[in-house]
């Protein structure tokens, strides 16, 4: 019998870092539930259900940009 992959929810799957972590454990036969501004990791009832079945959480969401980082480090 095969184990079941593991499952890994992304926070900021979409932004710089989030896109090749995602695509990187995807690649390797993980699970991964995907969070970003447009579908956050909390809800008004609180946290996502997808998340409690993730054995981790991968926080790679920023607001920052190069910009804001030399201009305030």
């Known amino acids: 019998m095969r184990d079941a992959p593991p499952v890994v929810s992304v926070v ?3 932004g710089f870092l989030g896109t090749a ?6 690649g390797i036969g993980v699970v991964v539930h ?5 579908e956050p990791i ?7 259900p997808r998340v ?7 926080w790679a969401a ?12």
């Open 12 to 14: 900021g799957a979409k």
């Open 21 to 26: 972590i995602t695509r990187h454990l995807r």
């Open 34 to 38: 995907e969070f970003d501004r447009n």
């Open 42 to 48: 909390m809800t008004v009832d609180g946290l996502d």
């Open 52 to 58: 409690f079945s993730s054995s981790f959480v991968i």
């Open 62 to 73: 920023s607001s920052i940009n190069p910009l804001i980082a030399e201009g305030d480090p």
